[in-house]
């Protein structure tokens, strides 16, 4: 069901689809609205409706509400938890992570809600007082992929009404379930009727109508870059204000680091967790020639240890790709490393017999002797893919990893602090590490550049200058 205007509502169309478990094509997870425009515009016109008061309450009164519901979160994790490892796929202690790092971030903007700051300057004519405050900015549109099905949406929905807005949220088609239990948490924390709605079903659609409709004044997105660049297109029309998070090709530089031990477990997590299916999951290795034989080794070695199978498993330490297209689309692309030359160190293949047969399941795959302008050196495969290209210096590979239309996340693994300095200075990504992997922090802004983000990066400080806009007042007392 959908949730608009506080009720649980059929969609227009009557129509319903099945939800099936990654791991197990036998098991229908439930029938889910195939939502209409028609829903879609309603879900809006009831955000629009309850802003007028929602944004009226005092930052502390929004406040009692979101707290509420980070405390039935925080008493919910494992059964949120259970439920997105069998919608999704992702192992049990992966999916854990998502709701108790929701709660992290929850409380965090619970705080900064209550902090917003404007500005005040001295004016430049007597008798005048200058202050800039921050307003919300009305109807809010959440859209968000099926990777973190959970996480993503809350990173979205709480800042939006902790800072006055009233919001819209289209989950992705492969992930209902987690968009119901999130709501239900939203009604049972008592949150005012049409202050969080929910439409299910294929953006295809409806997405159009969302992006469309007057009444929304800000969409904020994470998915892929042709839907986002669709978006923003779109939201354009009406200066619709966007935040676009979309795909990476994230690079990891390999350059005179002392331990090639922690650099290939490291990379091998940060390629791996989620089956890969990470925006910010390391895809692309640039090493330099001499260190190269011995990475590869030792991430080959790393991957041995992988056990693929279905999440639910305790010995399972990757699930299985989100559906059959996908997996597809993955070995196609394993195939194109073959079919241009490159090699296959490790993986390649996809899992078959037994309980394989019942979802798609991809071995962890290095694919070595990749040169820049292959398929898999420049496509986000967004699945447990590794690619390792060989420079000659550190320059070559920078050059090489910022040659991409992406600029999400970047690592380098180095001793040396030229390299560092330079790294740091030059390479075009949202977010940048140095001596680990792509691990970003809970409470720190979270986005990417060129083709890779648009608009204030989420999370963090800078979210609530998506979600407010600055009104500035004049006043002369004499
Ligand atoms: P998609 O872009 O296909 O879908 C993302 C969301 O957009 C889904 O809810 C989808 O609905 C919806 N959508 C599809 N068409 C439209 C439309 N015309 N108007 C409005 N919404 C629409 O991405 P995936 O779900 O396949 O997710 C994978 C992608 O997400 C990867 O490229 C990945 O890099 C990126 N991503 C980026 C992150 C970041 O922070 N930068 C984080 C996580 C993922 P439906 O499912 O019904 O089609």
Redesign the pocket.
């Known amino acids: 069901m959908n949730f608009i205007g506080g009720a649980w509502k059929a969609p227009r169309s009557g129509a319903y689809y099945p939800n099936i478990n990654p791991a197990d094509d036998k098991d229908i997870i439930g029938n889910f609205p195939l939502s209409t425009r028609e829903d879609a515009d309603e879900a809006v016109k009831c955000a629009h409706d309850a802003f007028a008061s929602w944004s009226k309450l005092l930052p502390q009164e929004r406040a009692k509400y979101i707290t509420k519901f980070a405390e039935l979160l925080e008493k919910d994790v494992q059964r949120v938890g259970e439920g997105l490892c069998r919608e999704e796929g992702k192992t049990l202690k992966e999916a854990l992570g998502e709701p108790t790092r929701g709660y992290v971030e929850c409380s965090y903007f619970i705080g900064e809600a209550q902090r917003l700051e404007g500005i005040t300057m001295p004016s430049d004519r007597k008798n005048v007082t200058s202050v800039a405050t921050r307003v919300p900015i009305g109807v809010v549109v959440a859209?968000?992929?099926?990777?973190?099905p959970f996480l993503?949406p809350i990173r979205k929905i709480i800042p939006a009404l902790a800072t006055g807005n009233t919001v819209v949220f289209?989950?992705?088609?492969?992930t209902p379930l987690c968009s119901v239990m999130l709501m239900e948490l939203f009604e049972k924390a008592g949150f005012p009727a049409g202050v969080v709605n929910l439409v299910i079903?294929?953006?295809?659609v409806m997405?159009?109508s969302?992006?469309s409709n007057p009444l929304v004044r800000g969409i904020t997105?994470?998915?892929?870059?042709?839907?986002g660049r669709?978006?923003n297109q779109i939201a354009a029309q009406n200066f619709t204000k966007v935040q676009l998070?979309?795909?990476?090709k994230n690079p990891c530089i390999v350059a005179d680091y002392h331990d090639l031990d922690k650099t290939a477990a490291d990379i091998t997590a940060a390629a791996f967790a989620v089956t890969g299916q990470?925006?910010t999951s390391i895809s692309r290795v640039l090493v330099l020639k001499k260190h190269a034989e011995e990475l590869e080794t030792k991430i080959a070695a790393k991957m041995k240890g992988y056990v693929v199978g279905n999440g639910m498993d305790p010995r399972v330490t990757m699930g299985p790709v989100i559906n059959r297209s996908a997996g597809e689309s993955i070995m196609g692309y394993i195939q194109s490393a073959r079919d241009e030359g490159a090699a296959i160190k490790a993986g390649g293949n996809q899992l078959k017999g037994g309980d394989y047969d019942k979802g798609f399941y991809i071995e962890p795959t290095l694919i070595t002797d990749v040169t820049p302008r292959m398929k898999v050196a420049i496509d986000?495969i967004?699945g447990p893919v590794l690619v390792v290209i060989k420079a000659d210096s550190f320059a070559e590979a920078l050059k090489i990893a910022n040659d991409s239309d992406y600029g999400?996340a970047a690592s380098l693994f180095s001793d040396n602090l030229e390299y560092i300095y330079d790294f740091q200075q030059n390479i075009e990504a949202g977010m940048v590490h140095v001596n680990h992997g792509t691990v970003t922090d809970a409470c720190m802004p979270?986005g990417?550049v060129k083709h890779?983000?648009l608009g204030p990066f989420s999370k963090g400080a800078t979210n609530k200058d998506f979600y407010t806009n600055y009104k500035v007042h004049y006043v002369k007392y004499s």
Do not use: Q
């Open positions: 859209i968000a992929p099926w990777n973190f993503t289209k989950p992705a088609y492969d079903g294929k953006g295809s997405g159009d969302l992006s997105f994470t998915g892929s870059t042709g839907v669709h978006i998070e979309m795909g990476g990470r925006c986000e967004f999400l979270f990417g890779s983000g």
